[in-house]
């Protein structure tokens, strides 16, 4: 579907109010995500004109233990998941909060290689067909606030992270990973092949089939493919 028909189908559909079949607010989502993006990057701007540490660097512990650069015969990989219980709807700064946790104590138990939620930035939104929330797809995803922030987080504790994103790419959209590295380096990115359709994962609406193929990365763990 061409975004480019967003803006007038926008003007015609109410997405103000919270629908009885899913659990959020397209506009008050999107809003929630841009006031994020804009904090996020404003602190990355901050980071990068200063030669000392941020303070969300400064605060994170250190891993549990040295980590070898060479890939191991063997290594420990977390699943990951989460609840957004308790959590105001259409906001996305607990799952935010949440994913950073979640790999901070992944990490400290030892994990390797952390495999976080897809789309985890938020409530699943392709529960609905809603144009408002194209305006979530990030462009130039290796350097967009998530996986920057992501980066900073593999370094710290020397794990792989693959980083579930939506992207958009001109007026393309896609379901992508981002794949990055124990060093905190960006491998590359996969984006989704097979698209789902049916009663709520309206991912057909969202995405277009991915054009990268399957990928298959060497990390510090070992080779490490990406299927979603």
Known sequence: ??????????????????????SYSPNILLESFQKLQAREEAALAAA??????????AALPPPAAKRSKTSPSSFVAAAVQFTATGMPSSQVDGHWALVQEA??????????LILIPELFLGPYFCQSQEPT????????????????????LAKQYSVVLPVSLFERDNNTLYNTVVMVDADGSVLGKYRKSHIPDGVGYNEKYYFSPGDTGFRVWKTRVGNVGVAI
């Open 1 to 22: 579907h061409s975004p480019s028909l967003s803006e007038d189908i926008e003007s015609r559909v109410d997405t103000t109010t919270m629908s009885d079949s899913y």
């Open 103 to 112: 790999v901070r104590t992944a990490a400290e138990q030892g994990a390797q």
């Open 133 to 152: 929330l194209m305006k979530l797809a990030c462009e130039d995803v290796e350097h967009c606030f998530i996986v920057k922030r992501m980066q900073q």
């Open 48 to 57: 990068a004109g200063s030669a000392e540490t941020s303070a969300d660097d």
